[in-house]
């Protein structure tokens, strides 16, 4: 079968054979089949969709394009973690550290911020002298000594799926979640963890933008690492305001640090601990997700998550004063208040456009290469159902050199109010660990 | 709006409104929209369809796109006429002098044969010396003078089709009716004509398998015609068996020959004179299909159209000697009889398989670039409905100095036999004149 009848069966909402799912990616790879070709494919599966086994094959593909990671020689059951992508969304940073504290390997590749979200490996760059790329030895080794290593994930690691990922950010054919699924999950089977956790975004600030769709993407990821013989376990969560108070390098880093001393925001340390918490019960440490999460939640306040940070900076050469002294960080030019216009209540923080803010200022990149200014950022001062008086500040924006009056129009404009109380709507919706759907006993 | 966004917004199924049509396709033309964009939102496009206005605006931005010629000067009311393509459809070489010898002018850009249909211009190749490519005042003043030009299609009316549909035939995405309406249309619109009559043909040796697709097509033409102020009418016509008996070139012009000698194949008489009938009366000299039909008939036996077909290949420089010697056409280097394995009647003639045969020998051609053997193809002993006895001869294979045991068995797989007598389904469907539906009242 030739590339034009493989595109021609999904255009006509057809299924795929293995063969023809491997054929595709082969092509892809070889040259064989080009761009425009792969394109057309993309968008008819992005209209037709992609059954399970589909996705399966898909995925399997994607890994096979690439070489993949052997943690059998770190000692244990190893843990990954993924989110889909958020505002504010620093949660692999504690997380390392506090499942480390619990008695688990973590094992983390993180890719750099691209888009409205930020890169886990540029947020530790805020770190001075810390090592983001240590080589695949270097890794192993590490995790086996210390329990947790993190790295920034090479173009090795299901190297199909970069291809297409390049071409369907082009294309509009990112939003598919079949495709999703496949990416995600490649590049997790790829890098070779025992129990993978995967933080799922909906909202106004995230890729799903109904708790339908996260849903669904959750099955669909959970199915996959299911027939692919990797245990997946999945936790929705909302973005429809961003996580924590801080957007931005050098400020999500103290944000974090406060948070292992126990003095981190609610909604982040929720969060973390029902993150931990499922990754715990996956890697079989807990039966009961309420254990865990004490376990975790007792670690951040007893300085013991803290302390493994410390060893984790110190073991990939960063300077560890910063956990005291956060002017070792780099730093804005300057910061600037914005007073709300208004008394009442806040009724909604657009998170996608705190994050335009934060971009504008040079937080985020526009394209691969473009340079990133590491102290610059938002911090907020109020998040949803706080009560505010006219004049009081908002919203700090942390500026550079650059113009930062855009940036400002737009975080005034995230801000919505409400003369009535305003209560915030949960942020952890579900957990699917094993087959089934826990609606969690205590929102959070 | 940027083109990223265009496509999603086709992606989600909605409507483009004329500026981001036009958009799209000037961003396609100075290459600022890359082709692995375009072949994503044609696939949008083949699966959600484009509504009557975005078919007429994407029409308008391909006639846009080039130069139109202007036939104002030709004098009088011109006609164009165009198939959608067949086996064996060779109407084109009848129907300009019969039109002319009906004082309408016809003025007719054809292209050359890929994939399974034969081109016009290659057909009128084969009468040696014929000229086939006329500069634009040519054109114009054979019109004039002589009624009637035919001439091949340059690059330069509506490029920007010529640079979709290129990007069409490898992605899967030729099977689309606004897509297809969109390239038929502004071709001819940009030809210049003011009466156009289009042969659509559906079944197995053509692009709309159903009657259905066929009638879908032929609203959609003739509405963004009206559109953009062209008259069109439409013939739907089946493709099932070829039409006529011979398929190749120099073997249809013979059978053109012998048609305005007034001994052709009834189906195909029948075919050229609806055609012809329906363009006379879009041209206003009739006003029953009827007369215009016994008139077109009278001049294919009285001689009329042969002499008006004599003047024609004069004007462009051929031999008329092949008008009475077709050993001066090209010939093939042997001529196969192919026997009925049994008596019965035939059932089918698959159109497509015959087509296949012809192209093996040499007929077809495989790329833009390919040479073609002018000498070989099929022809026809029998039809649907024929009676046959055991070993008497099915087909002729004409072919050259190729191997040609490929293209037999190819062939003999065309024929399906019937032990019951077989009744042929109707040729001609269904005509649209105007905004009616006119079911023939004499089917042929």
Same mark, same amino acid.
């Given at each position: ?41 993309? @968008?008819?599966?992005?209209?037709q969709?992609?059954?399970m ?103 090795d ?89 801080a ?55 007893d ?33 600037? @208040? ?15 456009e ?34 505010v008086k ?11 050199d ?22 915030a ?20």
């Amino acid at each position: 079968m030739n590339i034009i009848e493989i595109i021609d069966k999904k255009r006509r909402g057809l299924t795929h054979s293995h063969e023809e799912i491997a054929t595709l990616v082969r092509m892809m790879e070889s040259g064989k089949a080009h761009d425009y070709q792969i394109s057309a494919w993309l @968008m008819a599966v992005c209209i037709q969709g992609l059954n399970m086994d589909e996705t399966t094959w898909l995925t399997q593909a994607f890994v096979d394009s690439g070489k993949k990671i052997d943690l059998s020689e770190a000692g244990g059951v190893v843990v990954d973690k993924h989110s889909t992508g958020g505002v504010g969304d620093k949660t692999t940073l504690a997380l390392i550290p506090m499942l480390a504290s619990a008695g688990v390997k973590v094992a983390k590749l993180s890719g750099r911020g691209l888009g409205f979200t930020g890169g886990t490996i540029d947020k530790l760059e805020a770190i001075p002298g810390f090592k983001t790329s240590l080589s695949g030895i270097e890794f192993v080794e590490q995790i086996q000594k210390l329990g947790m290593a993190i790295s920034s994930q090479t173009a090795d690691l299901a190297p199909a799926d970069g291809k297409m990922y390049a071409l369907r950010d082009v294309t509009a054919t990112v939003a598919s979640i079949p495709l999703i699924a496949a990416s995600v999950i490649s590049k997790k089977i790829a890098a070779g963890a025992d129990v993978i956790v995967l933080d799922i975004k909906y909202g106004s600030g995230a890729f799903m933008g109904t708790l339908e769709e996260a849903k669904d993407l959750a099955f669909t990821c959970r199915e996959v690492g299911k027939r692919l013989g990797k245990s997946i376990s999945t936790v929705i969560s909302a973005m429809n305001q961003p996580l924590g108070y801080a957007i931005g390098h050098s400020l999500e880093v103290i944000e974090i640090i406060n948070l292992l001393k126990g003095q981190g925001p609610q909604d982040l340390e929720d969060l973390c601990v029902r993150l931990g918490g499922v990754a715990l019960i996956g890697a079989g440490r807990f039966d009961s997700l309420e254990d865990a999460e004490n376990t975790l939640r007792a670690e951040l306040h007893d300085g013991t998550a803290l302390a493994k940070f410390k060893t984790l900076i110190q073991a990939q050469r960063g300077d560890v004063a910063i956990l005291e002294d956060f002017s070792l960080l780099p730093q804005p030019d300057r910061v600037l @208040m914005v007073p709300s216009p208004q008394s009442g209540y806040i009724a909604e923080i657009d998170a996608l456009e705190v994050a335009k803010a934060a971009k504008l200022v040079g937080a985020g990149r526009l394209t691969k290469d473009c340079p990133i200014n590491l102290g610059v950022g938002v911090v907020l001062r109020k998040k949803v159902g706080d009560a505010v008086k006219e004049g009081e500040t908002l919203v700090e924006l942390h500026a550079g050199d650059k113009d930062h009056w855009e940036a400002l129009e737009v975080l005034k404009k995230a801000f919505h109010f409400s003369l009535e109380p305003v209560t915030a709507s949960p942020l952890i919706e579900e957990v699917l660990i094993g087959d089934v759907w826990q609606k969690p006993s205590v929102k959070v």
